[in-house]
């Protein structure tokens, strides 16, 4: 069963800030969200992960909602080279593997 | 750390020959895990380790997949006998154990099988 739920696509306009959702209402006190990027012909990459508190970086920005069951990934300004599929995770204590549903590939027009 | 360390980065074999994917995670972490990715069925994780030892293969797809650890330094996923349905890219990532670290991808292994 996937722990996680994301839209299957989004567009953004270049320069624009995007903000993709993610539903993770079986959480538990101790899992990390994660979000990593594939980006064509890549390796999936690290963007962020958080616990409980919204959390930045040179990457995005991401909002954990305050119950937990879901959380969005910010790109502030959306460039070209943002194109990718954005894969949102969770680690537990239990498994702590890593295990990726489908992602939302985001698209953006220049 | 030079990353996470795939090869061959491109494989071509023959149904019915045997295929062996490396990986060399980076020094330090402990887990390890083994990704195929297909058009039709995603990111499938296929196995991972710790410290060396197999915690979950619920994802290897048959008898024909194994995949070892021999030391904290170098992984093989073994594919025998291939077959066309298993031409994929093959991704090898490592991780610390902590829940709050990131896991780092290599580049992969696109194998296609004829």
């Known amino acids: 069963d996937a722990k996680t739920t994301q839209p299957n696509s989004m567009e953004s306009n270049e320069e624009e800030p995007v903000h993709l959702p993610c539903n993770h209402s079986t959480i538990s006190g101790t899992d990390y969200i994660h979000w990593y990027r594939q980006l064509p012909s890549q390796g999936p990459e690290y963007v962020i992960h958080?616990?409980?508190s919204n959390v930045n970086n040179r990457m995005a920005s991401l909002a954990i909602a305050e119950d937990r069951k879901s959380s969005t990934l910010i790109l502030h300004r959306a460039t070209l080279r943002d194109a990718a599929v954005y894969y949102c995770i969770l680690r537990d204590n239990n498994n702590n593997d890593m295990r990726f549903g489908a992602g939302t590939r985001l698209t953006v027009k220049p | 750390d030079a990353g996470v360390i795939q090869s061959p980065r491109h494989e071509v074999t023959e149904m019915g020959q045997e295929v062996t994917l490396r990986c060399k995670p980076i020094?330090?972490?402990?887990?390890l895990f083994w990704y195929r990715q297909t058009m039709m069925r995603g990111l499938e994780l296929l196995i991972y380790?710790?410290?060396?030892?197999?915690?979950?293969d619920s994802g290897m797809p048959e008898d024909r997949f194994s995949a070892k650890m021999p030391n904290a330094s170098f992984s093989t996923l073994k594919i025998q006998p291939s077959e066309p349905r298993d031409s994929a890219v093959y991704f090898c990532a490592s991780s610390f154990a902590a829940l709050n670290t990131e896991a780092f991808f290599g580049q992969g292994t696109r194998l296609t099988v004829v």
């Open positions: 958080g616990l409980t």
């Open positions: 020094s330090g972490h402990d887990y």
């Open positions: 380790f710790n410290n060396n030892v197999p915690i979950d």
